[in-house]
């Protein structure tokens, strides 16, 4: 899977995480591939599934390590 861009919003806490992820998202076109990287676990339930509800695609939720966790979205086309 080809990354197009990554965002790291280790140390934001909800509803921020969601903000930064969306403004980022809406800078890439159609079809492209948003890396999140987030230390806020609730963040992998809330943001997912605001992505979802906008009609973008949660590619990947998964723990990287104890404190770390990546979301991978594809923008709607």
Known sequence: ???DSTLD???EVCPYTFVRSK???EEMEPGQVLEIITDHQPATQNVPRSFENE???VLEIAKIN???WRM???KKS
């Open 1 to 3: 899977m080809k990354i």
């Open 55 to 57: 009609g973008h695609k």
């Open 23 to 25: 403004l980022a998202i």
């Open 9 to 11: 919003i280790k140390g």
């Open 66 to 68: 104890d404190r770390e």
């Open 72 to 74: 991978v979205v594809q």
